[in-house]
């Protein structure tokens, strides 16, 4: 063990004080001069640990044993917890993870953007979820072995192939907490094998979505291709049986290696093809969404009511705005908000999710909207002749927006512009592009999800003069 005056090599193991959270989830702490972050600690505990990697300016470290508690700290509600790669922060109390997401966001921005730390919101504890346990409206489960051995549940922590074997997870409603060990007992039986990164196989992905306004339950068993599917109607058979409120089986096939949890190709379903969400908005006016097997919804409805929102109070919308919704997805915030403004004109790259934003337009018979297909990336393909707006959305993936529709936004010169990000380095980066003509006025961190470090942010920049 080293002392307090011994220089820190790999393997040392000390004893440390967590002074704060790092962004990510780490701790952080201090050690000879050098900054040591510390994977599973809780801001204010002593522990004793150990030394993984050594950098010139910092280290990793894991934890051994905590040597005094925390006031932040509390038990974790899930026996999977600290195995499962899902929370990083049951052990610590949603009050405290409210206050440090909203600090860590703040310094990012500071920090990487020169934002100022005077504006509005800034430095707040970000906005908490409704519920911090059964929020989730999806859940992806992932698929490993074989026969007996077939596993079927979440990512172990720090591994990218290893599948941790869970029943269900606490995150879920009640009401889907039997389908993850239906449909692993099913799949195991069938003796067929889960797919491996390039080696073939048979199973790949489960994912369950409830609808938290009608209760509605949608599975989409993801699998490879095969000649023969015929075992998955079995599965179907039986779910139906035994889950009351399913309204949707899916199953879709994938031939491509990368990880994810959408299917390529249908090929069958059987019930509604969709379910349908309801936000509502301040006024009480319900907005609702239908959602496919494939369709991007926001993981946490009770949050994604409370973003939009905030969204529109800090947009502040009138009546005579067009907004244009860019990355509008199947129409979000872009439909929350066009009560009240003129005109909503929704972008999108992907033709299949822009006719899902049309058909939930007519679902709230909403008639200043328009949708439209365009490559956000490419400055040539975005969409032109349209009229000026007044107010630009933009809600792009954690790469942020490309760089020729930061271009073109500079072009069209809106008066303000709403930057919905989920990752504040890139958040950051754009607010500092787009600076030449615009500043921050108004932010603030919302928390749609509990017990993880990502957080979402909503900036209001407003064009000089």
């Not at 009480?284 to 973003?307: C, D, H, M, W």
Request: proline share 5%; with cysteine.
């Amino acid at each position: 063990m080293t002392n307090d005056n011994e220089a820190l090599s790999r393997g040392s193991i000390f004893e440390c004080e967590i002074e704060s959270l790092a962004f990510g989830g780490k701790g952080i702490a201090r050690h000879d001069g050098m900054t040591v972050f510390v994977d599973r600690a809780v801001p204010g505990q002593k522990v004793r640990c150990e030394v993984t990697g050594l950098k010139k300016r910092f280290a990793e470290a894991r934890r051994l044993e905590v040597l005094c508690a925390s006031e932040q700290e509390q038990e974790p509600f899930c026996a999977h917890f600290g195995i499962c790669g899902g929370c990083l922060h049951q052990d610590m109390t949603y009050e405290s993870q409210l206050r440090w997401k909203g600090r860590q966001v703040s310094e990012t921005l500071q920090r990487l953007g020169k934002v100022s730390a005077e504006i509005p919101g800034m430095g707040e504890s970000a906005l908490g979820s409704p519920a911090s346990e059964g929020f989730r409206n999806k859940m992806e489960f992932s698929f490993s072995g074989q026969g007996d051995g077939l596993r079927l549940g979440f990512k172990v922590r720090g591994s990218e192939t290893e599948v941790l074997n869970v029943g269900s997870c606490p995150l879920l409603p009640e009401s889907c907490t039997e389908i993850p060990a239906l449909v692993r007992d099913y799949c195991a039986a069938t003796g067929l094998e889960a797919y491996r990164h390039g080696r073939g196989g048979y199973w790949r992905k489960l994912v369950v979505r409830i609808s938290h306004a009608t209760g509605e339950i949608m599975v989409h068993l993801i699998t490879g291709p095969a000649k023969s599917h015929g075992r998955i109607k079995g599965l179907e058979k039986l779910l139906f049986e035994r889950v009351e409120q399913l309204k949707t089986f899916a199953h879709s096939t994938r031939k491509g290696r990368a990880d994810l949890a959408t299917g390529e190709q249908l090929v069958s379903l059987c019930g509604e093809p969709f379910i349908t969400e309801t936000l509502k908005r301040s006024d009480g006016i319900g907005v609702s969404y239908r959602i496919s097997p494939n369709s991007f919804f926001q993981t946490n409805s009770g949050g994604a009511e409370k973003l939009y929102r905030r969204s529109v109070e800090i947009a502040g919308p009138c009546a005579e705005d067009v907004v244009f919704d860019l990355f509008c997805g199947s129409g979000g915030i872009g439909l929350f908000m066009a009560r009240d403004v003129r005109k909503v004109i929704g972008i999108e790259i992907s033709g299949e999710t822009v006719l899902s934003a049309r058909e939930n337009a007519k679902l709230n018979w909403l008639k200043n909207t328009e949708y439209m297909v365009g490559n956000l990336t490419r400055e040539e393909d975005f969409p032109r002749d349209l009229p000026a707006p007044d107010l630009i959305i933009v809600d792009p993936p954690r790469s942020g927006v490309p760089g020729p529709a930061l271009e073109r936004i500079l072009d069209l010169a809106p008066k303000k512009i709403l930057y919905i990000s989920c990752n504040p380095a890139t958040l950051a980066r754009d607010s500092a592009v787009l600076g030449t003509e615009y500043s921050m006025k108004e932010f603030s961190a919302v928390d749609m999800f509990p017990h993880t470090a990502h957080v979402e942010c909503i900036a209001l920049l407003t064009r000089a003069g």
